[in-house]
């Protein structure tokens, strides 16, 4: 019975995938002399290689052999620490992580970007060897002489359940035979006989000889792995030249219990076999792919002590009704409000385990300013704040790519080139600032550069030209800068690979948009802009206005509410096609009878009897037509897509405490229901007249 190793993949590729960032963010930073650092990337890639060769995904055990190999000669002083040779690892970060994708994925991976790197490692690595080729000679004691190496003499006594977890000490003996000259010698004294054996079982343990210039810190990293799940005792041995060389190594796959491994060079490397039955059902991508999330133990505990306080409420109200009479009442009463409070918090502390520090979404973007930098030619800091305001997981996730979009084009059309910022009085080095904060039941992410800011007469001339704005509009700065988001507007003179202020940024306001949020622009010319992102902190639980419209009750979403008012019918006006507007101070706002739009019987169809909730959607205000106004409270937010189907003007529902469902509105939906009834009617209108 072999052991399923696909059921460690999801942990493996999480921890992978932290690792590359570790050691993306570590050779950002990484400088001559600084070994802690070097150390800690090696480490990381060590433990990639050393997973992706358990789950038989040998490209990447491969390729991280090679970086291994570099970083290596890095830490042991044989290469100075250099530029190139960091942007070199950097791209290997890359492609590390291309490859591990791929392999989760069952895909080969066919991204020229890896073949272009691997032979920039391959050929870094043969240039050290032509320099200095005794550094990258097998250990040998005729070519390093007695006096460089070491005798290490280790007991090797791992746990009987090791292989259980996806572990084979064939692969820790490869990695020591890369260290230098390996024998090993089997014990098997705890060996049962066979029909007492469990095939999942371990009963083995090894004597190990190891003749090698590392040193002991190097041999407990390889077994850093396993090292909660064995006894590992090393020592130095009386150096005894034969004892390095009586044995003669063979290739690691056909190892026996008394085999001599050797070591090899980077070119003759050789990827293990995942497990002793090689089953390539473990590199094939999981059927369903579940999400994970690390939680802190202080929030588990928080959870299980609302968990019993919860307990003990259901316990005594379960005791009052066996046998309830008035005169419990007031216990009852109680334990009703302690339950009510109960479940309040244990609502808030389920929510806080969702919730990740924001760090997690800005740690890519230093690695993007610094390909930038290089790309641009400019000088740029990138300065992080706010780092540890949380944030719910999914929009996280989604959050990304509009602010990777933002960045970009800070950097690209923001940040002025040096000569021009000289020029200007201003430092050689440009600044990107990235910040967080939580902002009332919201969270704000602030995006600013000390560029040059945005020319206001340049984005109001080009609406204008492109028929955006009428000629002789009086706009405020906000709507101005607002028009950098109207599809395919942008005032750049070039057009980079890298952005362009306004191209594509209809894109990041819609996707913004989509989670529930909107985006501000402040700029002051010469100075520099600020792109503001309001969020809600999470989409699982929406704070909500409840209306009536007729017997039905909707939700409107509390962000999206200008204010609710009182129709005064002196400010009621209509326009061709039947369109109702309403004069609110200085706007005319189109009013939306909710009733009209879903065919509902309602108490009021008289607009100057009515209640109109003022609410916004990209830019566009509109007045929600409704009996009454209800309450205010958060809903917990149910998809209509996975339980019933997508209804247009409607984003999801909820059910209330009645155990009625409560349909939530779309804003930006119901405004594209009205225009498209409004465009109809002014066909029909255009029809009849001609």
Same mark, same amino acid.
């Given at each position: 019975m072999?052991v399923d190793?696909?059921?460690f993949?999801?942990?493996f590729?999480e921890?992978s995938f932290?690792?590359l960032e570790l050691?993306?963010s570590s050779?950002l930073?990484?400088?001559a002399g600084?070994?802690?650092?070097?150390?800690?990337?090696f480490?990381?890639a060590?433990s990639i290689k050393g997973g992706?060769?358990?789950?038989?995904?040998n490209?990447? /055990?491969?390729?991280?052999?090679l970086v291994e190999t570099?970083?290596?000669e890095?830490?042991?002083?044989r290469?100075?620490?250099?530029?190139?040779?960091?942007e070199?690892?950097? $791209?290997?970060?890359?492609?590390i992580?291309?490859?591990i994708e791929s392999?989760?994925?069952g895909?080969?991976?066919?991204d020229?970007?890896?073949?272009?790197t691997?032979a920039?490692?391959t050929?870094t690595?043969?240039?050290t060897?032509?320099?200095s080729?005794s550094?990258?000679s097998p250990v *040998?004691?005729?070519?390093?002489?007695?006096?460089?190496l070491?005798?290490?003499?280790?007991?090797?006594?791992?746990e009987?359940?090791l292989?259980?977890?996806?572990?084979?000490?064939?692969?820790?003996?490869?990695?020591l035979a890369d260290?230098?000259?390996?024998?090993?010698?089997?014990?098997?004294?705890?060996?049962?006989p066979l029909?007492e054996?469990?095939?999942?079982?371990?009963?083995l343990?090894w004597?190990?000889?190891?003749?090698s210039?590392?040193?002991?810190?190097?041999?407990k990293e390889?077994f850093?792995?396993?090292?909660?799940e064995?006894?590992l005792?090393?020592?130095?041995? *009386?150096p005894q030249k034969?004892?390095?060389? $009586?044995h003669?190594?063979?290739?690691?796959s056909?190892?026996?219990?008394?085999?001599?491994?050797q070591?090899?060079? #980077?070119s003759q490397?050789?990827?293990?076999?995942?497990?002793?039955?090689n089953?390539?059902k473990?590199?094939?991508?999981?059927?369903?792919?579940?999400g *994970?999330?690390?939680v802190?133990?202080?929030?588990v505990?928080?959870?299980i002590n609302?968990?019993g306080?919860?307990?003990?409420?259901q316990?005594?109200l379960?005791e009052?009704?066996?046998?309830f009479d008035?005169t419990?009442?007031?216990?009852l009463?109680s334990?009703?409000e302690q339950l009510?409070?109960?479940t309040?918090?244990?609502?808030?502390?389920?929510?806080?385990i969702? %919730?990740?520090?924001?760090?997690?979404?800005?740690?890519r973007?230093?690695?993007?300013?610094?390909d930038?930098?290089?790309?641009t030619?400019?000088?740029i800091?990138?300065v992080?704040k706010g780092?540890?305001t949380?944030l719910?997981? /999914?929009v996280?996730e989604?959050?990304g790519d509009p602010?990777?979009?933002?960045v970009?084009?800070a950097a690209?059309h923001?940040?002025?080139p040096a000569?021009?910022r000289l020029a200007a009085g201003?430092?050689?080095?440009g600044?990107? /600032?990235l910040?967080?904060?939580?902002?009332?039941?919201?969270?704000?992410?602030e995006?600013?550069?000390?560029?040059?800011?945005?020319?206001r007469?340049a984005v109001l001339t080009k609406?204008i030209?492109?028929?955006i704005?009428?000629?002789?509009?009086?706009?405020?700065d906000a709507?101005v800068?607002?028009?950098l988001?109207? #599809?395919?507007f942008?005032?750049?003179?070039?057009?980079?690979?890298?952005s362009?202020?306004?191209?594509? %940024?209809?894109?990041?306001k819609?996707?913004?948009?989509?989670l529930?949020?909107?985006?501000q622009v402040e700029?002051?010319?010469g100075k520099g802009?600020t792109?503001?992102v309001n969020?809600?902190?999470t989409l699982?639980i929406?704070d909500?206005?409840l209306?009536?419209?007729g017997e039905?009750?909707y939700?409107?979403?509390?962000i999206?509410?200008?204010?609710s008012?009182?129709v005064e019918p002196?400010?009621?006006?209509?326009?061709?096609?039947d369109?109702?507007?309403y004069r609110?101070?200085?706007?005319?706002?189109p009013v939306?009878p909710?009733?009209?739009?879903?065919?509902?019987?309602?108490?009021?169809?008289n607009?100057?009897?009515?209640?109109?909730?003022?609410?916004?959607?990209d830019?566009?205000?509109?007045?929600?037509m409704?009996?009454?106004?209800?309450?205010q409270?958060?809903?917990?937010i149910k998809s209509?897509k996975?339980?019933?189907?997508q209804?247009?003007g409607?984003s999801?529902?909820?059910?209330?405490?009645?155990? *009625?469902?409560a349909m939530?509105?779309?804003?930006q939906?119901m405004?594209?229901i009205a225009?498209?009834r409004a465009?109809r009617?002014q066909r029909n209108?255009?029809?009849?007249?001609?």
């Amino acid at each position: 019975m072999s052991v399923d190793l696909s059921q460690f993949i999801p942990s493996f590729l999480e921890e992978s995938f932290e690792g590359l960032e570790l050691m993306e963010s570590s050779l950002l930073t990484l400088e001559a002399g600084d070994n802690e650092t070097i150390h800690s990337i090696f480490r990381a890639a060590h433990s990639i290689k050393g997973g992706a060769g358990t789950f038989g995904f040998n490209e990447v /055990t491969e390729f991280t052999h090679l970086v291994e190999t570099l970083l290596d000669e890095m830490r042991d002083g044989r290469r100075e620490i250099n530029q190139q040779d960091i942007e070199i690892l950097l $791209e290997s970060v890359d492609c590390i992580r291309l490859l591990i994708e791929s392999a989760r994925d069952g895909e080969p991976c066919e991204d020229e970007k890896i073949a272009k790197t691997s032979a920039l490692l391959t050929e870094t690595l043969n240039a050290t060897k032509t320099e200095s080729p005794s550094d990258e000679s097998p250990v *040998s004691t005729e070519d390093n002489g007695a006096e460089n190496l070491t005798y290490w003499k280790i007991q090797f006594l791992p746990e009987h359940q090791l292989v259980q977890t996806g572990n084979d000490p064939l692969l820790l003996f490869n990695a020591l035979a890369d260290l230098g000259e390996v024998t090993l010698h089997a014990n098997a004294d705890e060996l049962p006989p066979l029909t007492e054996m469990h095939a999942e079982e371990l009963y083995l343990n090894w004597h190990i000889d190891l003749v090698s210039t590392c040193s002991e810190d190097d041999i407990k990293e390889i077994f850093e792995w396993v090292e909660d799940e064995c006894e590992l005792i090393i020592h130095k041995a *009386s150096p005894q030249k034969q004892e390095a060389t $009586e044995h003669t190594a063979s290739v690691a796959s056909k190892l026996t219990s008394t085999d001599t491994l050797q070591s090899k060079t #980077p070119s003759q490397a050789q990827p293990a076999p995942a497990s002793r039955s090689n089953d390539k059902k473990s590199t094939a991508k999981p059927k369903t792919e579940v999400g *994970s999330i690390r939680v802190g133990v202080d929030k588990v505990d928080s959870l299980i002590n609302l968990v019993g306080e919860l307990v003990i409420t259901q316990s005594m109200l379960s005791e009052l009704g066996s046998d309830f009479d008035m005169t419990k009442l007031d216990k009852l009463t109680s334990g009703l409000e302690q339950l009510l409070q109960n479940t309040k918090e244990l609502q808030e502390s389920v929510m806080r385990i969702r %919730m990740l520090p924001i760090s997690f979404a800005f740690n890519r973007f230093p690695r993007l300013i610094h390909d930038l930098s290089k790309k641009t030619g400019k000088s740029i800091e990138l300065v992080i704040k706010g780092e540890q305001t949380e944030l719910d997981k /999914t929009v996280m996730e989604q959050i990304g790519d509009p602010l990777v979009h933002l960045v970009r084009n800070a950097a690209d059309h923001g940040i002025e080139p040096a000569e021009t910022r000289l020029a200007a009085g201003k430092p050689e080095q440009g600044t990107i /600032t990235l910040d967080a904060y939580h902002q009332g039941g919201n969270i704000v992410i602030e995006i600013s550069d000390d560029g040059g800011g945005i020319n206001r007469q340049a984005v109001l001339t080009k609406a204008i030209e492109k028929g955006i704005v009428e000629p002789n509009a009086s706009l405020s700065d906000a709507q101005v800068f607002d028009l950098l988001f109207e #599809p395919g507007f942008s005032t750049a003179k070039e057009v980079s690979d890298i952005s362009g202020r306004g191209v594509g %940024m209809d894109v990041v306001k819609r996707n913004i948009q989509a989670l529930g949020g909107r985006i501000q622009v402040e700029s002051e010319q010469g100075k520099g802009s600020t792109f503001k992102v309001n969020l809600p902190l999470t989409l699982a639980i929406l704070d909500g206005q409840l209306v009536r419209v007729g017997e039905e009750v909707y939700i409107i979403p509390l962000i999206a509410i200008v204010e609710s008012l009182q129709v005064e019918p002196k400010l009621v006006n209509r326009a061709s096609g039947d369109m109702v507007l309403y004069r609110l101070r200085e706007d005319n706002v189109p009013v939306l009878p909710v009733y009209q739009l879903f065919n509902l019987p309602a108490d009021n169809t008289n607009i100057n009897e009515s209640l109109l909730v003022v609410v916004e959607a990209d830019g566009q205000k509109v007045g929600l037509m409704v009996d009454d106004l209800l309450a205010q409270q958060q809903v917990v937010i149910k998809s209509l897509k996975d339980n019933y189907q997508q209804v247009e003007g409607v984003s999801g529902a909820t059910i209330l405490g009645d155990g *009625s469902v409560a349909m939530i509105l779309d804003i930006q939906g119901m405004i594209n229901i009205a225009l498209q009834r409004a465009q109809r009617e002014q066909r029909n209108i255009e029809k009849v007249a001609s």
